[in-house]
């Protein structure tokens, strides 16, 4: 599977944006998905995931109550809605999908698949 992230930019403190993922080739509904980050010199870090059909997401601690994953299967995209952002959230923001049929994770080890990133810049 193939995915293509977009939406980020720069937004000031305590403003929202909404990234996207949207993914080709086989079914997406056979794919849970997660979402990453990567802040500069830093360690990649867990966002969230959400399970095959969306009725289960969880998320990283530092993004709690700020930030939501959904996903629309008919249309192949699933979306991370940062709200109340700050500027330690700035990072490069990354979708992952497991293998098919595999359960998301915390670990970024256990995917497989990858978009190429989108920057996101929080100015304070």
């Known amino acids: 599977v193939q995915l293509v992230e977009s939406g980020g930019g720069l937004v000031q403190a305590g403003g929202s944006l909404r990234l996207s993922c949207a993914a080709s080739?086989?079914?997406?509904?056979?794919?849970?998905m997660g979402w990453f980050r990567q802040a500069l010199g830093k360690e990649r870090e867990f966002v969230g995931a959400?399970?095959?059909?969306?009725?289960?997401?969880y998320y990283g601690d530092s993004v709690k109550g700020r930030f939501t994953i959904s996903r629309d299967n008919t249309r192949s995209t699933v979306y991370l809605q940062m709200n109340s952002l700050k500027p330690e959230d700035t990072a490069v923001y990354y979708c992952?999908?497991?293998?098919?049929?595999?359960?998301?994770?915390?670990?970024?080890?256990?995917?497989?698949?990858w978009g190429q990133g989108t920057q996101v810049t929080v100015s304070s």
């Open positions: 959400i399970s095959r059909f969306g009725d289960y997401t």
């Open positions: 080739g086989r079914t997406f509904s056979t794919y849970a």
């Open positions: 992952a999908a497991p293998g098919q049929y595999k359960s998301g994770s915390s670990s970024e080890a256990l995917y497989d698949y």
